[in-house]
């Protein structure tokens, strides 16, 4: 990370009256109709959380004085803004770094000092600096392995955590507990954001009227390209399982919970690249078997002879490159019947 540095004034240019040097004030300014008025020997910081315009004006010549200033410019809005200059009456500005004196920002921070030269000109020096911002998730009762994450100021989040709670549907963060603002992963971070909730929604199964005929089990594909119920079936059912629409290096899964001692019983067939895109059947975490390639609908029983639950997973995965055939896997007619009826 670029650290910003920031000069101390020397002794009797408004230093410490024990002839240590002070340091540049920090000042944090609001702009009032769009305007930001900058201030000598500060350094003056700015939050853009919006893309309106802005224009900073330059303070004016105090005979006997040097002007040396910084602006610090926190641009959070998805767009850079308009940003100008207005200088003193018969003075110009010009720009060292840039040609054809362009101001140019970027979201994030952008750092600009000012200095005067003995011909009265300022001499701009910018650059970007990264800044490390952390954001913390509640929950609000779900289950999350750790709730403060650190994101780089300006950019985008990448990925946001996925809390899990039985029974519901995780709806996304928000800035509020209720209500408040959804943020997504593709939104960019803003100082403003410290803390996001988890907003959950009765879970709702989609799967369980289409492929499991003694309804008693229940249906989660909670990935970012989820399984859907497809037309494509066994026999008569109302409908099948499809694997989500997944790209090269891809995974998607659906899964379940039996309970104790039973026997499961599912139809599966694949449409796909044989021997590298796959459709695995996993228990417990550990895979018992997969299939691939053009195979028709084929029954697969597994029989469960200890107590306690068993986490039943259908994973189709794909390699990093071909794509054949539909390009997916299908699940139909899941039936669970536990030992003793």
């Not at 403060?148 to 800035?175: D, E, N, V």
């Not at 909730?197 to 003694?214: G, K, L, M």
């Not at 399982?241 to 995974?251: E, L, T, V, W």
Request: hydrophobic share 35%.
């Amino acid at each position: 990370m670029d650290v910003l540095y920031i000069p101390q004034l020397d002794e009797g240019e408004g230093g410490g009256t024990d002839g240590t040097a002070g340091r540049y004030r920090l000042l944090k300014r609001m702009p009032e109709d769009g305007t930001v008025n900058l201030t000598d020997r500060a350094v003056t910081r700015v939050e853009l959380a919006e893309t309106d315009p802005l224009r900073l004006v330059v303070p004016p010549l105090v005979k006997g004085a040097v002007r040396d200033f910084f602006v610090r410019l926190v641009i959070t809005a998805d767009e850079i803004p308009e940003v100008t200059f207005a200088a003193p009456t018969g003075e110009t500005i010009s720009f060292e770094d840039v040609d054809e004196d362009v101001f140019k920002c970027e979201v994030g921070v952008n750092v600009f000092a000012f200095t005067e030269t003995d011909q009265g000109i300022f001499i701009v020096n910018r650059k970007r600096i990264d800044i490390d911002h952390e954001v913390e998730f509640d929950p609000c009762g779900g289950d999350l392995d750790k709730t403060k994450y650190t994101f780089k100021l300006g950019a985008t989040y990448g990925t946001l955590p996925r809390p899990t709670m039985a029974g519901m549907s995780f709806q996304g963060w928000f800035t509020e507990a209720e209500g408040g603002v959804k943020v997504e992963a593709s939104d960019r971070c803003k100082t403003g954001v410290t803390k996001l909730y988890a907003q959950w929604e009765v879970y709702v199964d989609p799967f369980v009227d289409a492929i499991c005929p003694t309804k008693n089990l229940t249906f989660f594909s909670e990935n970012v390209i989820p399984w859907f119920v497809d037309t494509v079936t066994y026999a008569s059912s109302p409908g099948s399982a499809r694997s989500g629409r997944i790209s090269d290096n891809g995974r998607t899964s659906l899964t379940t919970t039996v309970q104790g001692k039973g026997t499961l019983t599912f139809k599966w067939r694949t449409s796909s690249e044989s021997n590298y895109d796959k459709l695995h059947f996993i228990v417990d975490g550990t895979e018992v078997t997969n299939i691939s390639g053009e195979r028709s609908w084929a029954t697969y029983t597994r029989t469960f002879t200890t107590d306690g639950s068993h986490t039943i997973e259908w994973k189709y995965d794909k390699d990093d490159i071909v794509s054949k055939g539909s390009d997916c896997g299908w699940i139909d007619d899941v039936v669970w019947t536990p030992t003793g009826g």
